[in-house]
C-alpha cells in the first residue's frame, strides 16, 4: 500500500477546510456510531476470537465508552470549537484578543492491543471532532479486532477523511518515516520511545500514552471488604491486561491477613475463574510465558500458573513479595496480584517511588491526612480514592500519563483539545495608536511606558 498518497490525500482534503465545518465533523461522529452500532454483533465476535472477552466487558469496557465519547462530543463539539474571548492588556486597547481551536491536520492514531476497539477508536473520535483526518493504525495482535474495525471503518468512510491501516512493526516504522501533524500512540514505554524519536525528525507533537506499575496502597482504617471488591474486579477485569489495573498492593501490615482472605473470598466469589466464559484470555503464548514466569509458586497465596492450551491464568495473588522478585521488576499487566506491606505512610510512599512516576495510583483510606499526603507526595497519571480504574470512565477528567507513562491526555473535550492548536490572535482597529512606543525613544515616553506596563 502507498502510505505516502494516503497522507497526500488526506492532507489535500483538510486544506480543503472541509474539516473546519462543525457539522462536517458532527456528520463524520455519527457515521462512525451508525457503523459500529449496525455491527456490534461483529465486534463481539472477533474480540470473542482473539481472546475470548466476554459480550458483557466488551460492553463495558469498550463500546460503551466509545459511544459516550461520541455522544459528548456531539452535544459539545460545536462549544469546544468556539474561539473565545480573553481579556487584553491596556497597552493593546481598544483591541481585542482571542484563541481559536485549530485542528492539528492529518494525524495518526497507533493503538495497543488489551482494549483494542476503545484505546484505538476513542483517540480518532476525538481527532475528528476536533476537525483532522486520522489515520489508524490498531495493534496487529489481536488480529480479528484489527481486521473487524479496518473493515467496518474503510467500507463507511471516505479514506481522505478516516482510513485504517492494518500492519505490525514493519508497517508502523514506514507510517512513523511520513510527516503527521500529531501523533497519538498508546502502547508500552520502549515502543513509545521509538515512536518519540521518529516523531522528532519531523518536529510532530505527540501524545503518548504509556504504562507502569500503578500502585495500591490500603492503610489500616479501611472497609476491608468493599477494598477487597473493588480491588479484585479492577485487576482481574480482561484478566488483568489493562493499563491501569493496580499493579501492585502495598498494605498496612495491620490488615494484610485480613486483606488476603476478604481478596480470596471476593476472587471465589467471581467470574474471573479459568473454566468460565466470562473470564478473558491472555493474548498470546508470549505474554503466557512472561507472565508465569513472574509466579513463584513458593509464594502463591491464590491461583498458580496457566496453562498453553487454554492461555488462562487464574486470578493468583502472591504474598510475602520483595522488591527483588522477578513480578516487581517490569508492568505485570496480567492477573497477576503481588501483595507487600508497610508500616508507616512514609514508607509505603518510598517503596512507590523507588519505580518511575506510575500512570495510575489508588488509596484507600478513610485517614484525611494520609490521602492529602498521598496525592501531594507522589506524581502519577490519575487514580482514585477508595477505588480503582474507575476514574478513567470519567469523561470531566483528563485521562495520560506523567514522566515514563507518557506526555499528554484525552477523554472528552482533552481529546479535543489534544488534537488542536490554540492559536493565539490580537486584533486592533485603525482608528487610534499609542504612540509611546515608536521611535524616537526619550527619557520622557520612558517615563510613561513604565507607568502603563509596570
Ligand atoms: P506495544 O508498545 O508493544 O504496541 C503498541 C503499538 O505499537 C502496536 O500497534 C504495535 O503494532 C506498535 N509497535 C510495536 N512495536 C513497534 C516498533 N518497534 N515500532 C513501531 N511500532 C511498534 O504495546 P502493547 O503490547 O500493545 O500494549 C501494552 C502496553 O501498553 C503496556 O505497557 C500498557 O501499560 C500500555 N498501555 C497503555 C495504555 C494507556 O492508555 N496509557 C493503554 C493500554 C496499554
Not at 329 to 334: H, L, P, S, T
Not at 431 to 441: F, G, M, N, R, S
Given at each position: 500500500m502507498n502510505y505516502q498518497k494516503i497522507i497526500d490525500q488526506q492532507r489535500s482534503f483538510f486544506n480543503s477546510n472541509a474539516t473546519k465545518d462543525i457539522s462536517f465533523r458532527i456528520q463524520e461522529l455519527k457515521r462512525l456510531k451508525n457503523a459500529l452500532k449496525k455491527n456490534e454483533a461483529l465486534l463481539y465476535e472477533a474480540i470473542y476470537k482473539d481472546f475470548k472477552k466476554s459480550e458483557f466487558e466488551t460492553y463495558v469496557t469498550e463500546l460503551s465508552i466509545i459511544y459516550h465519547e461520541i455522544d459528548l462530543a456531539l452535544v459539545k463539539v460545536k462549544k469546544w470549537a468556539k474561539k473565545k474571548k480573553v481579556s487584553t492588556s491596556i497597552v493593546n486597547l481598544p483591541g481585542k484578543s482571542y484563541i481559536i481551536p485549530e485542528p492539528y491536520g492529518s494525524v495518526l492514531v497507533i493503538g495497543a492491543w488489551n482494549y483494542p476497539y476503545q484505546l484505538s477508536i476513542c483517540p480518532a473520535i476525538a481527532a475528528i471532532a476536533a476537525g483532522c483526518t486520522v489515520v489508524l493504525k490498531p495493534s496487529e495482535i489481536p488480529s480479528n479486532t484489527a481486521e473487524i474495525m479496518a473493515k467496518l471503518i474503510n467500507q463507511n468512510f471516505d479514506p481522505k477523511i478516516f482510513k485504517v491501516i492494518e500492519g505490525s512493526v514493519k508497517e508502523t516504522t514506514e507510517l512513523l518515516s511520513i510527516k503527521f501533524d500529531k501523533i497519538f500512540f498508546t502502547g508500552s514505554v520502549g515502543v513509545g520511545k521509538i515512536v518519540y524519536q521518529a516523531a522528532a525528525k519531523h518536529l510532530t507533537p505527540v501524545c503518548l500514552e504509556l504504562g507502569g506499575k500503578s500502585p495500591a496502597i490500603i492503610t489500616k482504617d479501611v472497609n476491608v471488604d468493599m477494598t477487597a471488591k473493588r480491588l479484585v474486579w479492577a485487576k482481574f477485569l480482561n484478566a488483568g491486561q489493562?493499563?491501569?489495573?493496580?499493579?501492585?498492593v502495598l498494605v498496612s501490615s495491620s490488615i494484610h491477613d485480613k486483606l488476603l482472605a476478604a481478596i480470596k473470598k471476593h476472587i471465589e466469589k467471581s467470574?474471573?475463574?479459568?473454566?468460565?466464559?466470562n473470564y478473558t484470555q491472555i493474548i498470546n503464548t508470549k505474554n503466557l510465558d512472561r507472565l508465569n514466569d513472574m509466579i513463584d509458586p513458593q509464594k502463591v497465596f491464590i491461583g498458580g500458573k496457566g496453562n498453553e492450551q487454554d492461555r488462562v491464568i487464574p486470578p493468583t495473588v502472591l504474598t510475602d513479595?520483595?522488591?527483588?522478585d522477578k513480578v516487581m521488576?517490569?508492568?505485570?499487566?496480567?492477573p497477576i496480584l503481588p501483595v507487600l506491606t508497610f508500616d508507616t505512610i512514609d514508607e509505603a510512599i518510598e517503596k512507590v517511588k523507588?519505580?518511575?512516576?506510575?500512570?495510575s495510583c489508588y488509596v484507600f483510606t478513610k485517614n484525611n491526612s494520609i490521602k492529602k499526603k498521598v496525592l501531594n507526595e507522589i506524581s502519577f497519571g490519575g487514580g482514585a480514592v477508595n477505588d480503582a480504574v474507575m476514574y478513567f470512565t470519567e469523561q470531566n477528567l483528563p485521562f495520560g500519563g506523567v514522566g515514563d507513562s507518557g506526555i499528554g491526555n484525552y477523554h472528552g473535550k482533552y481529546g479535543f483539545e489534544t488534537f488542536s492548536h490554540y492559536k493565539s490572535v490580537l486584533q486592533k482597529p485603525f482608528?487610534?495608536?499609542?504612540?509611546?512606543?515608536?521611535?524616537?525613544?526619550s527619557g520622557k515616553k520612558l517615563k510613561w511606558l513604565k507607568r502603563l506596563i509596570g
Open positions: 489493562t493499563c491501569i489495573a493496580p499493579d501492585y467470574d474471573y475463574k479459568v473454566e468460565n466464559q513479595v520483595e522488591f527483588s521488576q517490569e508492568e505485570i499487566f496480567g523507588r519505580f518511575s512516576k506510575p500512570l482608528w487610534v495608536e499609542l504612540d509611546l512606543k515608536y521611535a524616537p525613544y
